[in-house]
């Protein structure tokens, strides 16, 4: 233990390479990282980039194409989900009833696009959830190019989709998709 004191860190070890902006009153170890890293850190743990498709009589081949990227945390310490309200500009924060939290979502493509994938481009995840973002960012790109619109860029979104996420559940899967999408 160094007997410099960092005014950033009051847990009394030195972070060498750390400079800091603002010192932090917690007891633990948490160097200042920039604002971006944080927030990349953070949804690649409580973080979902997801693509459901709903059936649809009004949309072109049957179904509705929902991408989402959402983040939760406990209602008493969501104060990052209102921060990142802000800093995008964009997205809802409302209460889950599946697992009694709250939840920040961003469900337009155009706001997809234009603030929250520009981020994850800047500040990529560290862990395997970054290829999903990938992907995510395919399938937002071509529905913002109005691909989903085509057979061509349905399929394909369709595909990509369901290559992402493999551990969650799914509804429907890719046959019972473009099998509708085959007959309109």
Not at 168 to 178: P, Q, S, T
């Given at each position: 233990?160094?007997?410099?004191?960092?005014?950033?860190?009051?847990?009394?070890?030195?972070?060498?390479?750390?400079?800091?902006?603002?010192?932090?009153?917690?007891?633990?170890?948490?160097?200042?990282?920039?604002?971006?890293?944080?927030?990349?850190?953070?949804?690649?743990?409580?973080?979902?980039?997801?693509?459901?498709?709903?059936?649809?009589?009004?949309?072109?081949?049957?179904?509705?194409?929902?991408?989402?990227?959402?983040?939760?945390?406990?209602?008493?310490?969501?104060?990052?989900?209102?921060?990142?309200?802000?800093?995008?500009?964009?997205?809802?924060?409302?209460?889950?009833r599946s697992d009694k939290t709250v939840k920040f979502e961003v469900r337009c493509v155009n706001d997809l696009v234009h603030k929250v994938l520009p981020h994850f481009e800047a500040f990529p995840l560290l862990s395997s959830k970054q290829a999903d973002v990938a992907r995510f960012s395919l399938i937002c790109h071509l529905m913002f190019e109005g691909k989903h619109l085509e057979?061509?860029?349905?399929?394909?979104?369709?595909?990509?989709?369901?290559?992402?996420?493999?551990?969650?559940?799914?509804?429907?899967?890719?046959?019972?998709?473009?099998?509708?999408?085959?007959?309109?």
């Open positions: 233990m160094s007997n410099h004191h960092d005014p950033c860190n009051d847990s009394g070890f030195e972070i060498p390479g750390w400079g800091c902006h603002r010192p932090h009153k917690t007891p633990a170890l948490v160097p200042r990282l920039e604002r971006g890293s944080y927030i990349s850190g953070f949804v690649d743990g409580e973080g979902c980039f997801c693509v459901s498709f709903h059936p649809s009589r009004r949309h072109r081949f049957g179904w509705e194409v929902r991408p989402s990227f959402s983040v939760s945390q406990n209602a008493d310490r969501a104060q990052l989900l209102h921060i990142l309200k802000e800093v995008w500009i964009c997205g809802s924060i409302r209460p889950d057979r061509e860029g349905f399929e394909q979104i369709v595909m990509t989709a369901m290559e992402m996420n493999p551990s969650g559940r799914r509804k429907y899967f890719a046959g019972e998709i473009l099998a509708l999408a085959a007959i309109r």
